[in-house]
């Protein structure tokens, strides 16, 4: 017992101590790696021959140690308190934050991020009411697609008779590389180097982008939360909170995401939205109209979606082999929509896709029970494909909301213990509406 509690706190300030170093390879997960591989394979090296090589290069170690593994907790005073203004890069509308914008694939969600990234540095584009609060601010833009990148800002060039050294002075382009969590911090001086600053000296961070997650960050598991969530913590701690920088993330939603849960589902793990500060999308009606919306957010905004329209100019080029090739330089426009007045439009709309909606799930549920199966909320989620229209799971959470309300399900028996032990069950009112359809 005395060896494991030796090793044990021999782990501990092993760790600390490497921990307390600023050089880049010092890293939680090297040392685990060089931790177990020196200590658990056979060999010389031992807690006590750590103790020792400590005491020889550092006779105050134990002190180091026993100092970085203490918390200080530091009360913060309520007195004397201002309101703090918001920090908009888009007046009324985008303000500093960590955020994760999404959108179906293929739905253009690039080719509008341009768009913003030119309204964000103050580049003149025609009809366009979005305004930064400054003029300067620069864009540090990552991206898995270079080609179409380049694409984007030649079509601004054409389309709107915006300067390509105006561009470039205000937009930088990067190649997205898969790297890790401790490889993100190499941005930092790229950051620093392209901060402005305003006539009085107020600080203008850049606005730095990924566009994707998937082929920005190197991830096991795109859907491990556990991971996720140690990516946007670094990206929280080093940029957004210690140097003041915005941050925003582009993934992909799920194909059959809409409005309702299209800001709160991105691809992959829940927290790409459950650990940022904004939640953002990209929507289109059944019109084909699209929509920049935001989601879940931390400030008082303004304005919560804006028009995105589409201009579209031809243009011929040679290719490699001498012939004559067609192509459309698109650029997304951008003006600031009323959700007000298009809720009020299409509120017969949203009723009926939530009648609809409430329909396939009681149907499938009145089937399924038929046949002697219950599902739990977890489980129905896990069934969304089998239910019409298949559903994101916030939309199925809503559903079995409205239902239980209108006393057609009730939560039936389950297991003691489980957060999701109880079974769906329908009521007699309940199974007479799914034989026919909801009034």
């Known amino acids: 017992m005395k060896r494991l509690a030796d090793t044990e706190r021999a782990y501990a300030i092993a760790k600390n101590w490497s921990m307390s170093s600023s050089a880049p390879e010092h890293t939680e997960e090297v040392f685990n790696r060089k931790w177990k591989k020196d200590l658990e394979s056979p060999g010389p090296l031992s807690y ?50 960590l955020m994760v914008f999404v959108g179906k694939p293929g739905m253009g969600k690039s080719t509008a991020m341009v768009a913003l990234c030119a309204a964000v540095a103050g580049l003149e584009l025609p009809n366009c009411s979005l305004r930064p609060p400054v003029k300067g601010r620069k864009v540090i833009y990552i991206t898995e697609d270079t080609d179409q990148f380049k694409r984007n800002i030649i079509a601004l060039h054409r389309n709107f008779d915006i300067d390509l050294q105006d561009i470039d002075a205000s937009i930088k382009l ?8 401790d490889q993100i911090l190499s941005l930092k001086d790229m950051v620093s180097r392209h901060t402005a600053y305003t006539d009085d000296g107020v600080m203008l961070r850049p606005w730095l982008i990924f566009d994707t997650t998937s082929a920005s960050f190197h991830l096991e598991d795109e859907n491990s939360n556990a991971e996720v969530a140690t990516v946007l913590a670094l990206l929280k701690a080093e940029f957004y909170e210690k140097m003041g920088c915005s941050v925003c993330m582009v993934a992909h939603s799920g194909k059959n995401a809409n409005r309702e849960d299209l800001v709160t589902d991105p691809r992959g793990a829940g927290a790409w939205a459950g650990d940022t500060t904004l939640t953002s999308g990209m929507v289109e009606d059944k019109d084909g109209q699209k929509y920049i919306v935001l989601g879940k957010r931390r400030y008082f905004a303004k304005y919560t979606e804006v028009r995105v329209g589409l201009v579209s100019t031809p243009v011929t080029i040679m290719d490699n082999y001498g012939n004559a090739q067609d192509l459309q330089l698109e650029s997304a426009l951008l003006e600031w929509s009323n959700p007000s007045g298009r809720d009020k439009a299409q509120t017969s709309s949203f009723e009926k896709q939530q009648k609809q909606l409430d329909a396939a799930v ?11 199966n219950k599902f739990t909320l977890n489980g129905l989620i896990s069934a969304q494909s089998e239910i019409e229209g298949r559903p994101g799971k916030d939309r199925i959470k809503q559903s079995t909301s409205r239902l239980t309300k209108k006393g057609f399900i009730v939560k039936g028996e389950g297991k003691p213990g489980r957060a999701d032990g109880w079974s769906f069950a329908l009521t007699e009112s309940g199974i007479k509406e799914a034989t026919q359809k909801l009034s």
């Open 48 to 97: 006590k021959s750590i103790f020792m090589l400590a005491n020889e290069h550092d006779p105050n170690w134990n002190q180091h140690a026993a100092k970085s593994s203490s918390i200080q907790w530091q009360e913060i005073p309520l007195t004397n308190l201002q309101l703090e203004p918001v920090d908009y890069l888009i007046d009324g509308f985008l303000a500093r934050s």
């Open 174 to 181: 990067l190649a997205a590389q898969r790297v890790r969590g």
């Open 362 to 372: 009681l149907n499938f549920l009145h089937g399924e029970s038929l046949c002697g």
